[in-house]
């Protein structure tokens, strides 16, 4: 039971354009989301966060978006830049779980071309 | 401030052997988590403990265990290893685990079982 699912194993932008990273999510009793980066042979690095309660946050680059009725978040990259390859994880976790236990997406591949 | 510390960085082993994996968590952080990555799964929650107590449990054989010390190092075990247990093991630290909380990840251990 995949209760975290990035659909897009890949994705394959050009540099200085819009990277659009997604993942739907199905128990509804997820109410934090986080994204993290991995770059091979390194653990996963976070990037940014959205609470339930919110439908957008923004960090520089990076902004996520957050659909509830949908169960559906995204992640925009603008602009994308190569240093941005890596594989893109979401995850999610609920209030009801204590700690430190995230569920994760199978993880998108950006590539960003020059 | 050092992150997350994890060794061995890579280990091979054969089936039927056992294997102890340690991970030193960001001073100050008393909640540990472990993940393990595949290719086919992804990043799925093994554990994780918090002041030396096992907190939450995902879905893998007792063969999988793990515990905290009062430092709040941690070190995970898997005994009669099998070779759908060659995976990449990474661990995750994180003040106290609760909501709203990023978790800071280790560069992992490398296990292949032969």
């Known amino acids: 039971d995949q209760q975290v699912k990035q659909n897009s194993p890949s994705l394959s932008v050009q540099e200085g354009r819009i990277s659009i990273l997604n993942c739907d999510y199905t128990?509804?009793?997820?109410?934090?989301f986080l994204w993290y980066k991995k770059y091979p042979a390194e653990g996963p690095t976070f990037l940014i966060s959205?609470?339930?309660?919110?439908d957008k946050n923004e960090d520089g680059r990076f902004t996520v978006f957050l659909n509830k009725s949908a169960k559906h978040l995204s992640l925009h990259i603008v602009p994308s830049q190569p240093g941005d390859s890596a594989v893109y994880f979401c995850?999610?976790?609920?209030?009801?779980?204590?700690?430190?236990?995230?569920?994760f997406g199978q993880g998108t591949e950006l590539s960003v071309k020059p | 401030k050092a992150g997350v510390t994890q060794t061995p960085r890579y280990l091979i082993k054969t089936r039927g052997q056992q294997v102890t994996l340690s991970c030193s968590p960001i001073?100050?952080?008393?909640?540990v988590s472990w993940y393990q990555q595949t290719p086919g799964q992804g990043l799925q929650f093994l554990f994780e403990?918090?002041?030396?107590?096992?907190?939450n449990k995902g879905n893998f054989p007792g063969r999988f265990s793990g515990r905290q010390f009062s430092n709040s190092r941690s070190e995970m075990n898997v005994s009669t290893l099998e070779l759908g247990d060659s995976a990449l093991y990474l661990c995750?630290?994180?003040?106290?685990?609760?909501?709203?909380?990023?978790?800071?990840f280790g560069s992992g251990t490398q296990l292949s079982v032969l």
């Open positions: 001073s100050g952080h008393r909640s």
């Open positions: 128990n509804s009793m997820f109410d934090y």
């Open positions: 403990y918090f002041s030396e107590t096992q907190r």
């Open positions: 959205i609470s339930s309660i919110k």
């Open positions: 995850a999610a976790r609920s209030s009801y779980n204590q700690g430190g236990k995230l569920i």
């Open positions: 995750a630290s994180s003040w106290d685990g609760q909501l709203n909380e990023k978790l800071f």
